[in-house]
């Protein structure tokens, strides 16, 4: 069983930044490929971004540039740092290793 609690959402304005976290519990983190998916209001849950477990990253266009995805293997974390955020930004974002999902932390972002 893998359980997944993401944290460090928030609101903020156009142009600022948030860094979300995903603790992770369960065995052999190290070995697992995660994903940072987000669901915008009336909108279907889109991946954001992934990490392998030997660091390989991925982005969806939108946030290219802007969201760097990256993994504490000491920690059993992953992290999501997202800068210059834009109303569009806006949304719960989920942590997942399949089949696992977390709750997800809201993303509020002000023009």
């Known amino acids: 069983q893998v359980q997944l609690v993401e944290s460090g959402g928030g609101s903020v304005q156009a142009g600022g930044s948030l860094r979300l976290s995903c603790a992770v519990s369960g065995s052999f983190f190290s070995a697992r490929y995660f994903g940072w998916f987000r669901q915008a209001p009336g909108e279907q849950r889109e991946l954001v971004a992934s990490?392998?477990?030997?660091?390989?990253?991925d982005y969806a266009d939108s946030v290219k540039g802007r969201f760097t995805i990256s993994r504490d293997n000491a920690k059993n974390t992953v992290y999501l740092q997202m800068d210059s955020l834009q109303p569009e930004d806006t949304g719960v974002y989920y942590c997942?290793?399949?089949?696992?999902w977390g709750r997800g932390t809201q993303v509020t972002v002000s023009s």
């Open positions: 990490i392998t477990s030997s660091g390989t990253t």
């Open positions: 997942k290793n399949t089949p696992y």
